[in-house]
């Protein structure tokens, strides 16, 4: 009983002491500046999540070994990590708590769904937020002026999803399945309006959720119409096990989908099924990004391979120290104007938004599985045109002297 | 008439998965009165477990079959001896505490066991390697594969193993005794920790199975994977009548039908104002009519007995 007591006094005295810290803005040693990561660190969709956070953390070591001195101080980010479980209701619980342990901003969300729900608060705090990954179109359509993403909305990928799946893939007749989530639903119904411009016939709509493994029946009934392409709205982890049931009942149609399919995890999970799918990544192809083989290297020395996002989440944390420095203050204040105005270069690409907070240019990149491997097959849309007052890359070389 | 041939195989192959987890769960409730929240857990580190060794396994020279048995030979004592643990730590000391208590426990074994297996697997999909045969038959139009007609076998035969053991046996019938009146058949001579021990045993050694079953019909297995198959197996021994093995099984079985049914024609029948997206609305609905008729599942004892 006496050891217990002591034990729990010592936790308490612990947990004292973290919030005195916690309080505290300004230590011996400088400013301590507080960015929130959330991605789902649990849950379905963990190893995306945990992709994520490892972006976000690697720019802010980076940045912190660098021992930067904003408005004439020595600044220290400190990354809090949080978990959303890739659910809108935990999404909100976690903003909130960022927001009480006053963050400074924050990279997130990683899915729309939870996004969408957590940019209010961040929003009414007052609080910078920038989202690597969530590419839902309403997250920027709110008119909040604290909100960015460094990805392309679904509207440009969707498009170019259901271009693709007309022209090149020649689809007669598709079936179309999301998740129902902000992300996979989006992104169906922007698909869903090309291809039906585009001439082909939507045999079907059926639904999932974002915590599935069967698929069965919904691909049974889909069969029954016999398409030649269907599309999926949603996460890997649905996509995989997805392929392998179609082949199992002999669908053989050909499969499609957006970014949240075009993981490594993707073709782990469908094995030999994952030949000759096909799906689409805002962005330019890993090796054709300016400072990718770079970013490669840094990454995968420490944290493994990458999953989809974090060199998306790289950039977010990148961007907002940027922006802090050239504004030449932490104050939201001051350098939200100087973060909307930004032009850089990312490892993703030129990074500038525009007036709602997306990012401009519309490159999406579709990729096919061959071997065992993502393919870049071909880059549609065009990257944003070279920002006048760029930066140079941090390896000293500007990937636009090319000009394009 | 083909796709609803394939509609009934899609939801026996589910239904029989679901039944041999739903067995977990209402042999404990029928002894103990416990709903073991954490059951679908245990299945879950049958399949991570059993997966550990079919991937080590899986470069060498040894046929598909026997090392796919090898990882369940190591998956099922390891699911038995959790069991055994699980009951042994977090249940045996609130035996007589008032059964919230217990059912929070539950709750929170499921968590625990949850994060250790992220922790010791990590966060990845693990997945199963090509060892057994995927080419499905076509009968009538419908596909069926090797493996959906073992899964149904092997869950008929354990099925019928366990009604076996429960009503023909020795051991059976002190189970039977301590699930009417634990005190008096203690003073019988029935050592109830044992049998309650047995009886925790022998529903992990078929939740190993359920895990080696799910992993190798999805082709994956990931440690959030026990959440969901244990609400849908919990339902399935609601539906059932929960308590009872016979119900059971007919609840796993009915609700995997009722969900491959209702996500395959719920859209024509409401003449799509409802989508498949309401697959598991349908099932629960089900549910609720079930217990608004039969408040205690479908071959379910009056409540009254128990409480």
Sequence with gaps: MKLSHAFALTILAATLGLQGCG????????????????????????????DNDNGARLAIEEVNAQNLVIGGKKVHFELISEDDQADPKTATIVAQKLVDQKVNAVIGHLNSGATIPASKIYHDAGVVQISPSATAIPYTQQGFK??????????????????????????????????????????????????????????????????????????TTIKGGQPDVVFYGGMDAQAGPMVKQMRSLGLNAKFLGGDGTQSREFIKIAGADAEGVTASTPGLPMEKMPGGSGFLKKFESKYGKIQIYAPYAYDAAMTLVDAMKKADSVDPAKYLPVLAQIRRNGV?????????????????????????????????GQEAPPAADASPAADGKSPFSAGY | MDIFLQQIINGIVLGSVYALVALGYTMVYGILGLINFAHGEVVMIGAMVALAVINALSGTALPGPVIVLLGLMVAMPTCMALGYGIERIAYRPLRHAPRLAALITAIGVSIVLQNSAMIIWGRQYITFPPLLPSKPHFVAGAAISDLQIFIVLLAALIMVGLLFLVHRTRLGRAM??????????????????????????VGSALAAVAGLMVSGYYGLAHYYMGFSLGLKAFTAAVLGGIGNLGGAMLGGLLL???????????????????????????????????LVFRPSGLLGERIAERA
Excluded: C
Aim: no cysteine; charged share 15%.
């Design chain 1, 146 to 219: 604290n909100a960015f993403r460094v990805m392309t909305n679904d509207e440009q990928q969707g498009k170019v999803l259901g271009e693709f799946a007309v022209k090149q893939m020649a689809a007669k007749k598709i079936a179309i399945i999301d998740d129902r989530t902000a992300y996979g639903q989006g992104l169906a119904d922007q698909f869903e309006k090309a291809a039906k411009a585009g001439g082909a016939e939507i045999l079907a709509r059926e639904y999932t959720t974002d915590r599935a493994t069967d698929f069965l029946a919904i691909l």
């Design chain 2, 256 to 290: 995997g039908i009722i969900e491959s049914l209702g996500a395959g024609y719920i859209g024509q029948l409401t003449g799509g104002f409802l989508g498949s997206n309401y697959q598991d609305v349908f099932a629960f609905f089900v549910l609720i009519l079930v």
């Design chain 2, 176 to 201: 039977r005794a301590t699930a009417q009146n634990a005190e008096v058949a203690g003073l019988m001579g029935v050592n109830i920790n044992t049998i309650i021990s047995i009886t925790f045993i």
């Design chain 1, 23 to 50: 309080k505290e803005q300004t230590t011996s040693s400088g400013l301590v500046v507080k960015i929130g990561s959330v991605a789902p660190l649990t849950g379905p969709q963990a190893h995306l999540g945990k």
């Design chain 1, 348 to 380: 993703t690409g030129p990074i500038a938004f525009d007036a709602k907070g997306d990012v401009k240019g519309g490159a999406v990149t579709l990729y096919q599985v061959k071997g065992g491997n993502w393919v870049p097959l071909q880059t549609m």
